[in-house]
């Protein structure tokens, strides 16, 4: 999983990060916090209702797939990109 959404209250994406990043991002946009019920050190919760750039947020998913596509078994990376 590299993408938690709600259809419910606030509109949020919960994104994994490299741990480094996430301080980073949370530090530079008061609309990044702490992964909401995910593990704070590899996740980030991003505001969306008080998100405007939609090029960083694509990039900030881009990044939490690759993070994930990026340790998964040589096999299970030959099946994904079969498809």
Not at 2 to 28: H, Q, V
């Amino acid at each position: 999983m590299f993408a938690l959404t709600s259809l419910d209250g606030d509109l949020s994406i919960n994104l994994k990060c490299d741990p480094e990043n996430a301080i980073e991002l949370r530090e530079r946009f008061s609309y990044v916090l702490p992964g909401y019920h995910m593990n704070k050190k590899h996740w980030n919760t991003v505001m969306l209702d008080s998100f405007t750039d939609d090029k960083l947020v694509r990039e900030w998913i881009a990044d939490s797939y690759n993070l994930i596509f990026n340790s998964l078994p040589a096999k299970v990376k030959m099946e994904i990109l079969a498809d």
